[in-house]
């Protein structure tokens, strides 16, 4: 008897076709794979780990949150694998490699090969996670199939201190100090801290933290807004207790939080109630380079009140 294939099989081909098309369609895709690099700027575009980094560029070309040199001199980026916001952070901070460099790391680079498909599963030291891709980023195992790995490379050296927390692991990257934790362990805390207060003194904080971390999706949605708000809230108590106040730093909008967040009526009674309370500016932001059919969107809480 021929094989059919069931009714199942078919919706797993006709979604991967889908995503397949889609990517192929994505500008932000094609820019971060295109081979023509022109100039250093062109040539750090397609060398971000993930599409997630023109969202953050997008955002502080906007609001300039990491743009001011004398206030921004610790940043954390939660949920940071595969990095690209930390390297878009890293090259805010003066850490990117010079020109010729760039270009020997990118002619070591390993051709592309096909993008994992949606879904997909891999395991990292100390952590295993499947990511669900809800807004059609790319899969945090690149790194390991297609490297930049530009930290080979004598980068130079810097300012101020970054540090990056995932579950998964991630590709060094020069100027960032890596914690592969979950975010929500108690412990993680304390990983974090001790960093800070190697820069800055027992009572030190950081300046901005950002955070587009997401719980993988189960695909119901009431379930999803609460893990959603479950990460949106630790982060703001995270905060509460390490970031710089506006006063503290004599500017109205210092000490910035960035987060990712779901829409949903559930989250905006979070805003009103605890990050309006909170900030001295509230925004919600939805960057062009996030894709219009994804819930995702981001709160940007500037002027901490301490
Ligand atoms: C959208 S990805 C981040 C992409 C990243 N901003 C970039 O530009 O490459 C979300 C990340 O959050 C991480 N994550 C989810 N829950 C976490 C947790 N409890 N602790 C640490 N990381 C977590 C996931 O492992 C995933 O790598």
């Not at 009526?265 to 919600?284: A, C, K, Q, S």
């Amino acid at each position: 008897m021929p094989f059919r294939p069931t009714p199942l099989a078919r919706t797993q081909k006709s979604s991967s076709t889908a995503w397949l098309a889609r990517q192929a369609r994505d500008p932000y895709v094609k820019l971060r794979s295109s081979s023509v690099t022109a100039d250093a700027s062109a040539l750090a575009a397609t060398s971000y780990r993930s599409r997630s980094a023109f969202k953050l560029i997008e955002m502080d070309e906007k609001y300039k949150f990491l743009r001011n040199q004398r206030d921004v001199q610790v940043v954390l980026d939660l949920g940071a694998a595969p990095g690209g916001w930390s390297q878009v952070v890293a090259q805010k901070l003066g850490w990117d490699a010079p020109l010729p460099l760039l270009r020997k790391a990118e002619r070591m680079r390993e051709p592309r090969g096909v993008y994992p498909k949606p879904g997909h599963s891999w395991s990292g030291a100390g952590a295993s996670s499947s990511w669900p891709l809800p807004d059609g980023d790319e899969p945090a195992d690149e790194p390991f199939t297609n490297p930049l790995d530009i930290s080979a490379l004598d980068a130079g050296t810097g300012r101020g201190t970054i540090v990056a927390v995932d579950l998964l692991r991630m590709v060094p990257i020069p100027g960032v100090q890596f914690i592969q934790a979950d975010f929500l362990a108690p412990e993680t805390e304390a990983l974090i801290r001790g960093i800070i207060e190697r820069k800055r003194g027992p009572h030190g904080k950081a300046d901005v933290i950002l955070c587009d971390m997401a719980a993988n999706s189960t695909g119901n949605a009431f379930h999803d807004i609460e893990s959603s708000l479950a990460i949106c809230t630790s982060v703001l108590e995270f905060s509460k207790r390490h970031l710089r106040s506006a006063e503290s730093m004599q500017r109205g909008l210092g000490g910035v939080l960035l987060m990712k967040y779901f829409v949903h009526p559930l989250t905006h009674m979070f805003r009103m109630e605890h990050l309006v309370t909170n900030f001295n500016d509230v925004r919600f932001i939805k960057p062009d380079a996030s894709r219009t059919e994804s819930k995702e969107a981001y709160y940007l809480c500037r002027g901490f009140k301490g």
